[in-house]
């Protein structure tokens, strides 16, 4: 099975600081995602990377930055935390294509910025 | 754009009834359509997914789901409600075809009484 490894399944940081949340995968998949999920909102694209060091935006890149050094890993950043930022984060990856591998989700980190 | 419309945030039912749960779809292209299941503290894992090969889909735990292109709706149904089914649904399109990118909806919150 795959799995997806978030590092952190709760975080607690103040307003101002520097944030990361990594997630691992163990099956070599090309594509991996940061979305963010709120009551009512659903989920939200933040970032997503199809190859290391490659990134793109997705919906709400707005105070994320992203990291993909190595195929497996990819990191989300927060270069100044906000109570806005609170939220479950959820790290996914997928093969090439949507038809034939589907999102494969960790089990999210609950970052709460006070 | 790509977007999905799930109605209703809440749908309560009584174990052993039908689960219906509502999913409409725009694209302007054939998409790609998905139900994902959300346990209580857990990620997202796939009920099924459509991809063109079959308008009616099976998925896990007796789940299935019916794409009618003419009504532009993808809704999930179950004969018989268990209270394991206890969950939140989202449904979801493919977007960027060959990235994998998904749009989901804003999710519904299934709840089973005895």
């Known amino acids: 099975d795959v799995k997806v490894t978030q590092s952190s399944r709760y975080l607690v940081k103040r307003t101002g600081e520097k944030v990361f949340l990594e997630c691992v995968q163990d099956m070599d998949h090309e594509n991996m995602f940061w979305y963010r999920q709120d009551p009512g909102l659903g989920l939200r694209l933040i970032y997503f990377s199809y190859d290391v060091k490659m990134k793109e935006k997705g919906d709400i890149p707005e105070g994320y930055s992203v990291s993909r050094e190595k195929k497996e890993r990819f990191s989300l950043i927060l270069e100044s935390a906000s109570t806005n930022q609170t939220s479950m984060y959820l790290c996914?990856?997928?093969?090439?294509?949507?038809?034939?591998?589907?999102?494969?989700f960790g089990n999210g980190t609950r970052l709460t910025v006070t | 754009a790509q977007s999905v419309t799930q109605l209703g945030s809440h749908v309560s039912v009584s174990e052993g009834a039908l689960v219906l749960l509502r999913c409409n779809y725009s694209s302007s292209v054939p998409p790609y359509l998905f139900w994902y299941v959300q346990y209580p503290n857990q990620g997202l894992q796939l009920l099924l997914k459509?991809?063109?090969?079959?308008?009616l889909v099976k998925g896990i735990n007796g789940f299935e789901a019916e794409f009618k292109k003419s009504e532009t709706s993808f809704h999930l149904t179950k004969p018989s409600a268990h209270m394991s089914d206890a969950a939140e649904y989202f449904c979801?399109?493919?977007?960027?075809?060959?990235?994998?990118?998904?749009?989901f909806g804003k999710g519904t919150m299934l709840l089973v009484s005895p």
């Open positions: 996914a990856s997928s093969g090439r294509t949507a038809w034939n591998s589907p999102l494969h």
């Open positions: 459509y991809t063109s090969a079959a308008t």
């Open positions: 979801a399109v493919s977007d960027r075809v060959g990235y994998s990118t998904l749009t």
